[in-house]
């Protein structure tokens, strides 16, 4: 639950606010950002999928099964569509938002690939963390080793939990860390 995909595009501002030259921004502007992307990328979804969940009377891991997996996709979607859309509207600077586009993709990719084949979607929001810092490491120069480091146990641990709770096999937790990487790569490049 710490690590679920909804929290690392906020996560991943956070960082670019407090490791990067943003953290010289007022705190006022880089605390209305993370609000807004809190209340469109895990606020609402969470609501929307819980409020959907109960409607179908599924439990967690029902909910889990690759049948069942389309709307809460669709809910995700629309609601990172919002918050990218809110943030051009406020001039929210691009590099920024593709950090919401690269879950946007990710979140696509994934729901696309479910029709026919169950993938991590956790593991892939972890792998498109990396894969945007690999990109931010490359557009503001600095060495993210220890990062790298630090998130690839993060996956590792994510993973595990995934194949304990017998929610995916190996192949989809490790084909969904590399969608992730790949798409967060791309997405900030």
């Known amino acids: 639950m710490v690590f679920t995909p909804f929290y690392l595009p906020l996560v991943g501002l956070a960082a670019l606010f407090i490791f ?4 010289l921004m007022p705190w006022q502007y880089k605390l209305t950002v993370l609000l807004m992307v809190y209340v469109f990328t895990i606020l609402f979804p969470t609501l929307l999928i819980h409020a959907y969940r109960n409607y179908q009377g599924w439990s967690r891991l ?3 099964m690759k ?3 389309l709307v809460p996709y669709v809910i995700a979607i629309i609601c990172y569509f919002a918050c990218y859309f809110v943030m051009v509207y406020l001039h929210i600077p691009q590099f920024m938002a593709n950090i919401l586009v690269a879950a946007l993709i990710i ?3 994934c729901a696309i690939i479910n029709v026919w084949w169950k993938v991590s979607t956790h593991t892939a929001a972890i792998g498109g963390f990396e894969g945007a810092l690999l990109a931010f490491s490359i557009l503001f120069a600095f060495n993210p080793l ?3 480091s630090i998130i690839l146990i993060i996956a590792g641990m994510v993973g595990t939990s995934r194949m304990i709770l017998r929610q995916h096999s190996l192949s989809q937790v490790v084909v969904g860390f590399l969608i992730g990487m790949v798409a ?3 997405a900030i490049i």
């Open 20 to 23: 990067s030259y943003m953290s």
């Open 62 to 64: 029902q909910l889990g």
């Open 67 to 69: 049948e069942r997996r």
């Open 107 to 109: 979140q696509i990719v």
């Open 146 to 148: 220890w990062w790298f």
């Open 184 to 186: 967060g790569f791309w």
